[in-house]
């Protein structure tokens, strides 16, 4: 049952009208490609009124998969002049082109439950060849991306983060020299008010890191190694830690046993690792500089993944409750990826205050499964709230409820049809 049919139809409408054959774009206009972790949230969407094309967004998404096991960010089916930085940019050599980065790993967490969804059958044939694909990309995490050894998700560029501008990543974009950048168009602004996006500098910045993965040939070791960005990403270590669990009940139902052995040490050191990230001070799980090893301090909406990963101690959990208290007290909408008041804040800012409602359902979900319904219920009513007040946008302000970003959005749509619209 839907809280309000015109809205569950016009959902429906977008996904169908963004949808570009096998693949969805996140919205018209400023997203004209297919995007990682959008096209796993708009695959829950899809399976409210057609599974079968849910499951072929990600057979599309891992499609392209690399051959060592990424998944990319950005794949580009087809031309298009409104979008920087493009396929000849990255030049990642590769059918179809791809950008050289990848995404939140939230792929195994839907598959499990399109898969539970139809009956969870052990011999179904997608989610077998998805579960593969699956595994290759968390062992490429694994390989690449945990240089400490800690079970934690290093990103070699904020793009990687899924929060592109999120002031977390401000102090070590600040070191990254741009003097040999050169002249750029961007596309962005051109789609969108320029105070929603980022500066100019910061721009800057996130294509001289692409230029050094260009330079290095795409080789995720030496990337891996040398880049000038690399940070602990709070948000994808807690989303690729509840995705090996989720990976791990499709490799138990399977009978995949080295497979679910190699698992569930990951997630047992995850699980340990994770507090690498705590920060005393600020209450919360931030993420960190693995070359400064420096806290960001920020408590941002990511922080409260935490209990979608199942992780933090009794006492731990009770700070981040009572930060949600705190911002829940200061924002008018729940949940904004940054808190008022902390530096950089900008409630109409690209991932430096506006609410996001994927990050906001994970959070959710994880709320509910740990025992705090309310909190989950809360969030919920007011995401809906948004898509009632301002339509369908990319993001919206937590102040006054406004839509920013892009508007028709995939992936808000999605989140109306199978979460918060229900
Ligand atoms: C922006 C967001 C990113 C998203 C993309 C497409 O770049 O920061 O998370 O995947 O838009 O919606």
């Known amino acids: 049952m839907s809280r309000n049919p015109d809205l569950e139809r016009q959902a429906r409408e977008i996904l169908i009208r963004n949808d570009r054959g096998g693949y ?5 206009g400023l997203y004209p490609f297919q995007w990682n972790w959008d096209s796993a949230f708009v695959a829950l969407g899809f399976a409210t009124f057609d599974r079968d094309r849910a499951w ?3 057979e599309t998404l891992v499609s392209a998969q690399w051959a060592d096991g990424m998944i990319p960010h950005i794949i580009f089916h087809q031309q298009d002049e409104g979008y920087f930085p493009g396929p000849e940019v990255w030049a990642t050599g590769r059918t179809p082109p791809t950008s050289g980065i990848t995404q939140p790993p939230v792929l195994a967490t839907i598959l499990r439950q399109l898969w539970e969804a139809e009956g969870a059958d052990p011999a179904c044939p997608r989610m077998r060849a998805l579960y593969r694909a699956c595994l290759a990309s968390h062992r490429w995490f694994h390989t690449f991306r945990d240089p400490l050894g800690n079970g934690l998700v290093m990103v070699t560029h904020n793009w990687e983060t899924g929060r592109d501008n999120s002031s977390e990543w401000d102090d070590a974009l600040a070191r990254v020299d741009t003097a040999a950048v050169g002249p750029y168009q961007r596309r962005d602004t051109g789609h969108v008010d320029a105070a929603m996006r980022p500066r100019q500098e910061e721009y800057d910045r996130y294509v001289a890191i692409l230029q050094f993965g260009r330079e290095c040939g795409w080789d995720h070791a030496a990337i891996a190694d ?4 690399r940070m602990i990403d709070v948000g994808m270590s807690m989303m690729l830690l509840r995705a090996n669990r989720d990976l791990l009940a499709l490799a138990e139902a399977q009978g995949d046993y080295e497979a679910a052995g190699e698992l569930r040490a990951r997630i047992a050191l995850s699980e340990r ?4 990230l705590w920060n005393e001070e600020a209450g919360a799980y931030c993420s960190r500089d ?3 090893g420096e806290s960001s301090g920020l408590v941002t909406n990511a922080s409260f993944l935490a209990f979608y990963a199942g992780v933090g101690s009794e006492a ?5 409750i009572a930060a949600l208290e705190r911002i829940a007290g200061s924002a008018r909408y729940l949940l904004p990826s940054l808190e008022a008041g902390s530096r950089a804040y900008d409630h109409r800012r690209y991932w430096r205050g506006p609410v996001w409602l994927v990050v906001s359902y994970m959070v959710a979900e994880g709320l509910a499964q740990q025992g705090h319904a309310d909190w989950a219920e809360r969030i919920r009513e007011d995401s809906a709230r948004l898509i009632e007040t301002a339509g369908f946008y990319e993001s919206f302000s ?3 409820g406004e839509g920013s970003g892009g508007p028709d959005f995939s992936w808000t749509a999605a989140m109306w049809l199978a979460w918060c619209g229900r």
């Open 56 to 58: 072929r967004e990600i």
């Open 290 to 292: 693995v070359i400064t």
């Open 273 to 276: 690792g994770m507090d690498w």
């Open 226 to 229: 040398r880049g000038p960005f």
């Open 24 to 28: 969805t774009v996140p919205t018209h």
């Open 316 to 320: 731990q959990r009770a700070r981040l």
């Open 398 to 400: 937590p102040e006054t």
